[in-house]
T-cell receptor, first 110, second 116 residues
């Protein structure tokens, strides 16, 4: 069991560039989430999914899009990266209630 | 607004001492309160969780105390060890059983350093 895996581990973008962060889970979990972690602010929910083909907005969804075409994968997209999106991004999944987190993707937007 | 407030921001404790981290929440609809532990460069990992119908839950050296009327809960780490040095997050969510979608509201985090 790999649990929750994230690709890539680290990325540097220039302002205005786009990219997709990939999350995969092998626990057959229905729920998946994308959080961002910033110093002094804890983790904040960007988007989440309660099942294949569904997505919903979290606390801080602006500037991000997501897709859940397969149950095991949850993609986070940045269409036009901004310096304010410099952060560590965590994907998580759960059967219910208690998310298991991946190792994170560190993103730097210059 | 910050729905879950955590304090202190950082904490230094001697080995063998008790580490105490406090959290307060505003939304009375919250009914599940987990704590996560995060080591540098890693994702948060579930440590212990409690529901508001229980005033205390203990797992090994880790204890959650819950005060529903005050809307506060705290994590106590007994006999703190250098290996406990990490960032700790409290969190809150809503929903019972399968209705809990796991959408967590996190506190700001506490960086704990346990000195040998």
């Amino acid at each position: 069991n790999a649990g929750v895996t994230q690709t890539p581990k680290f990325r540097v973008l220039k302002t205005g560039q786009s990219m997709t962060l990939l999350c995969a889970q092998d626990m057959n979990h229905e729920y998946m989430y994308w959080y961002r972690q910033d110093p002094g602010m804890g983790l904040r929910l960007i988007h989440y999914s309660v099942g294949e083909g569904t997505t919903a907005k979290g606390e801080v969804p602006d500037g991000y899009n997501v897709s859940r075409l397969k149950k095991q994968n949850f993609l986070l997209g940045l269409e036009s990266a901004a310096p304010s999106q410099t952060s560590v991004y965590f994907c998580a999944s759960s059967y219910w209630g208690l998310p298991y987190f991946g190792p994170g993707t560190r993103l730097l937007v210059l | 607004q910050q729905q879950v407030k955590q304090s202190p921001q950082s904490l230094i404790v001697q080995k063998g001492g008790i580490s105490i981290i406090n959290c307060a929440y505003e939304n009375t609809a919250f009914d599940y309160f987990p704590w996560y532990q995060q080591f540098p460069g890693k994702g948060p990992a579930l440590l212990i969780a409690i529901r508001p119908d229980v005033s205390e839950k203990k797992e090994g050296r880790f204890t959650i105390s819950f005060n529903k009327s005050a809307k506060q809960f705290s994590l106590h780490i007994m006999d703190s060890q250098p290996g406990d040095s990490a960032t700790y997050f409290c969190a809150a969510s809503m929903g019972e059983g399968s209705s809990n979608t796991g959408k967590l509201i996190f506190g700001q985090g506490t960086t704990l350093q346990v000195k040998p």
